[in-house]
């Protein structure tokens, strides 16, 4: 079902970056890394922190920030494919969406098509919410008044993503969309996301 190949090295980037710059590995650095704790589960699904496994009913609302093993960024090697999927579908599921930002829809876009779910990628991006609209001139709405560019932005990348596709996604036109007949997805000058 994963659309998703775990990536080993982003956690290690800062080191990369340091080595790129000529400067030795940050030893310290290193020793956090492996003692990282693992990411927090209940019930087959990421929660927010451990203590927190209230997450599904008395904190689901704000940010669905347990999507974040596989939204923007890429997963790492310590996601389990099947565990982030269902966090995905179950975030989709009982999340008050009411309650959120703009970015979380286009977020919660990104988790759902690296997880093989396109079609609640589309309708995340699509939801009619009071924090997913978008005005006259095309400026997110999602986060108060004025104008809200995280919302703007997420909705850019995610977009991106769902058509070019991702490292580890399916080697098909539009990966991030519906690959039933209902959408004919036509993009050009795009990268694959990482």
Known sequence: MSFFAANSES???AQEWRQRLGLAREPRWDEVRQHLAPLPENDGV???SP???DTYT???WEHPNPVGVVGMLPPVKDVDVETAHRTAVKIWTTWQWDKTWGWDFPWMAMAAARTGEPK???DALLMDSLHN???QRG???GGGPGGYLPGNGGLLYAVAMMAA???GAPIVNAPGFPADGSWTVKWEGLKKAP
């Open 165 to 167: 596709g991702w490292d």
């Open 11 to 13: 956690p290690d980037k």
């Open 51 to 53: 203590e927190w496994k």
């Open 46 to 48: 990421y929660i927010h």
């Open 133 to 135: 609209r978008y005005d």
């Open 139 to 141: 400026v997110n709405v």
């Open 120 to 122: 609640i990628a589309v």
């Open 58 to 60: 008395k904190r689901n």
